[in-house]
C-alpha cells in the first residue's frame, strides 16, 4: 500500500524503502471530521499503515460507528472514537499527526471561497484545541479554502504562542495525484513513473502545475500544456459537478491525504528523503504562503525546493504573477478572520 501511494520518480529521490529500519507501529495520528466523506476512507487508509499505533477518530457526530467498523480490521492500530468539544482534548493528547478535513463541501456552482463562512470558524477552534493539547503534531489541512484556513491555523498558532511553520501544511497533494493522473494518460506514461510538481495555492487559477518539470522528462505541445492545466485547475469542479450536489472529492481526497500522513509518518521515523508538495508559510515568492515541494525530516519542513521555480517556462511565469493577487486576497482574508476581536 505505501509504495502505491509514491510515484517511481519520487522515491528515485529517495533513498529506498528497504533501507529504512523495519517499521514500528508507534505513531498516534487524530483526525477531526472523521465521519464525513473524506474523513471515513482516509480513517481506513490510515488503520491500514503499519506505521501506526493509535487512530484517534473525532466528530460532531456520527463516528462511534465508523470507528467501531474499522476497529475490525486486524491491522496494528488502536481506534478510539471521541464526539462533541468535551472529548476533543483527550482525542488530541499525545499525537504526533494532526488530519482536519472538518467542514463543509462545495456544491455545484460554489467557489472553495464560499466555503469560508462556515470552516473558517470551525478550522479556528479545531486548531485552537490542537494548540492547547499537541502543539507538536504535524497539523495537516484539508478543510477549504485552504488558501484562507491555512493561514487561520498560523495566526491561532501564534496567539496560542505555539506556532512552528515548519509543522503546519496545506494538503495539495490531491493537485499532485490529479496532474500525475492526467499526465500520464495524456502522454502514455506508466503512471507510477510520473511526478509533477504543483505550486501557489489550492483553488483555480492558483493551482499551478509545473509541467515543464515533470518527471521523467517530457515534450509537450503548447495545447497540451493550457489543456492539461485548465484540467488540473479544475479537477475539483469536475467532481463537484459530477456528484451534482453531493459533495466534492472524498475517495480521491482520502488518498492523496493518506499519502500525506504516510510521507509524514516516514520523515518522522527517520527516513531522510522524503518530499512532497504542501502549501505553508513560504519566502520562496512575495506571498506569506505558498505551495512548493518541500524536503520533510522529523521535525517538519527540512528545506523548500527552491529549484522548481527556476527556469519556468514563459507559460509558467505568466501563470504565476496571474495567481499572486487571488493567491494574496485568500491569505489575507484568513489573516484578518483570525485576528478580528470576538
Ligand atoms: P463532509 O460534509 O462529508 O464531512 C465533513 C465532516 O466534518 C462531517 O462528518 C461533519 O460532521 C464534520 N464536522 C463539521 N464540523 C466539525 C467540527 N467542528 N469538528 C469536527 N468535525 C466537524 O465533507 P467532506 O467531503 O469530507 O469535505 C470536508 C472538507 O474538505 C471540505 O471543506 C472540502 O471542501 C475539503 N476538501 C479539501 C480538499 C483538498 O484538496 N484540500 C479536497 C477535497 C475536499
Ligand atoms: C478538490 O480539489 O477536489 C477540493 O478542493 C474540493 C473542491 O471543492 O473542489
Known amino acids: 500500500l505505501r509504495d502505491s501511494f509514491v510515484p517511481r520518480a519520487v522515491k528515485q529521490n529517495q533513498r529506498s524503502i528497504c533501507c529504512v529500519r523495519p517499521q514500528a507501529s508507534s505513531y498516534k495520528v487524530a483526525i477531526l471530521g472523521a465521519a464525513g466523506g473524506i474523513g471515513q476512507p482516509l480513517s481506513l487508509l490510515i488503520k491500514m499503515s503499519p506505521l501506526v499505533s493509535a487512530l484517534h477518530l473525532y ?8 470507528a467501531a467498523d474499522i476497529s475490525h ?8 472514537d471521541f464526539t462533541g468539544a468535551s472529548e476533543l482534548a483527550n482525542c488530541l493528547k499525545g499525537v504526533d499527526v494532526v488530519v482536519i478535513p472538518a467542514g463543509v463541501p462545495r456544491k455545484p456552482g460554489m467557489t472553495r471561497d464560499d466555503l469560508f463562512n462556515i470552516n473558517a470558524s470551525i478550522v479556528k477552534s479545531l486548531v485552537e484545541a490542537v494548540a492547547d493539547n499537541c502543539p507538536e503534531a504535524f497539523i495537516h489541512i484539508i478543510s477549504n479554502p485552504v488558501n484562507s484556513t491555512v493561514p487561520i491555523a498560523a495566526e491561532v498558532l501564534k496567539q496560542k504562542g505555539v506556532y512552528d511553520p515548519k509543522k503546519l501544511f496545506g494538503v495539495t497533494t490531491l493537485d499532485v495525484v490529479r496532474a500525475n493522473t492526467f499526465v500520464a494518460q495524456k502522454k502514455n506514461l506508466k503512471l507510477i513513473d510520473v511526478d509533477v510538481p ?11 502545475p509545473l509541467l ?7 515534450s509537450f505541445t503548447n495545447e497540451e500544456v493550457e489543456e492539461l492545466t485548465v484540467r488540473i485547475q479544475n479537477a475539483g469542479t469536475e467532481v463537484v459537478e459530477a456528484k451534482a450536489g453531493a459533495g466534492s472529492a472524498t475517495l480521491s481526497m482520502a488518498y492523496a491525504a493518506a499519502r500525506f500522513v504516510e510521507s509524514s509518518l516516514r520523515a518522522l521515523d527517520g527516513d531522510a528523503d522524503v518530499y512532497e508538495c504542501a502549501f505553508i508559510q ?14 520533510m525530516g522529523k521535525k517538519g519542513i527540512e528545506a523548500v525546493i527552491s529549484a522548481d521555480l527556476q527556469g519556468l517556462t514563459e507559460y509558467e511565469a505568466k501563470a504565476l504573477e496571474a495567481l499572486k493577487p487571488e493567491l494574496k486576497a485568500s491569505i489575507e482574508k484568513g489573516v484578518a478572520f483570525a485576528n478580528k476581536q470576538p
Open 73 to 80: 480490521c486486524n491491522t496494528p492500530s488502536q481506534v478510539l
Open 212 to 218: 515543464s518539470k515533470t518527471k521523467p522528462s517530457v
Open 282 to 295: 513560504s519566502e520562496l515568492t512575495e506571498l506569506p504562503f505558498f505551495a512548493s515541494r518541500v524536503k
Open 198 to 208: 504543483v505550486v501557489g495555492g489550492h483553488a483555480g487559477i492558483t493551482i499551478l
Open 59 to 66: 466528530d460532531i457526530a456520527n463516528v462511534k460507528g465508523v
